[in-house]
């Protein structure tokens, strides 16, 4: 069974950079896992940030960046808002199907 | 912009099958480019991928819901519907449909509000 890890929580402090990350079982993250990140907070339905590791989508605030950093997608908060407080959830590519990471609850603090 | 609203019945009883409909507008499926996925979220819990259906009908199933899962197409009302048979309680989620558009990149670009359906006798 594949498995899509993620940090389960990290806390920054509003201003701050915070890099989370999302790795595979199945070995390195690359281009063609075509890693997407999502924001979801409470109660709402998971909103797109990042496709294809660094690729922004039109409404994407400039401090949200994606990257592939080693074996791994990162998704990088530069100048933390206190709005940015909420789930982050990675999603990868394996030819056909698409896994989901278990989410890091950002705390902005 | 392309508006996705997913609809059904809020409460199945176990062993019974889970019909959702997911109404697309503001865009045809049947133009092509793209893949519509479903994805629940359990209560308090992460996102599952549940499958994709193109408009021509190919479809890929997450391995842990095939057996018991039926994804389909109704071009002429602008639809995407799901089946889930055989339901128990760890069923119970928020439903989601979203679009995948692979052209330029493979993003997740439009999502439904969701559905909350309870698997409950």
């Known amino acids: 069974q594949t498995v899509v890890t993620q940090e389960p929580s990290l806390t920054v402090s509003p201003g701050g950079t915070v890099t989370l990350t999302c790795t595979s079982s199945?070995?390195?993250?690359?281009?063609?896992?075509?890693p997407n990140w999502f924001q979801q907070k409470p109660g709402q339905a998971p909103r797109p940030l990042i496709y294809?590791?660094?690729k922004t989508h039109p409404w994407t605030p400039a401090r949200f960046s994606g990257s592939l950093l080693g074996d791994k997608a990162a998704l990088t908060l530069s100048g933390v808002q206190p709005e940015d407080e909420a789930e982050y959830f990675c999603?990868?590519?394996?030819?056909?199907?698409?896994?989901f990471g278990g989410g890091t609850h950002l705390t902005v603090l | 912009q392309v508006h996705l609203q997913e609809s059904g019945p809020g409460l199945v009883r176990p062993s019974q099958t889970l019909p959702l409909t997911c109404t697309v507008s503001?865009?045809?499926?049947?133009?092509?480019?793209?893949?519509w996925s479903w994805v629940r979220q359990r209560p308090g819990k992460g996102l599952e991928w549940i499958g994709y259906?193109?408009?021509?009908?190919?479809?890929y199933y997450n391995p842990s819901l095939k057996s018991r899962l039926s994804l389909s197409v109704d071009t002429s009302n602008n639809q995407l519907s799901l089946k889930l048979n055989s339901v128990t309680a760890a069923d119970t989620a928020v439903y989601y449909c979203?679009?995948?558009?692979?052209?330029?990149?493979?993003?997740?670009?439009?999502w439904g509000q969701g559905i909350l359906v309870i698997v409950s006798s």
């Open positions: 979203a679009r995948e558009d692979r052209r330029g990149g493979y993003k997740f670009d439009s």
């Open positions: 503001g865009g045809s499926i049947a133009s092509g480019g793209h893949y």
């Open positions: 259906i193109y408009y021509s009908g190919t479809f």
């Open positions: 199945t070995g390195a993250v690359t281009s063609g896992s075509y």
């Open positions: 294809s590791a660094t």
């Open positions: 999603l990868l590519y394996y030819g056909g199907r698409w896994v």
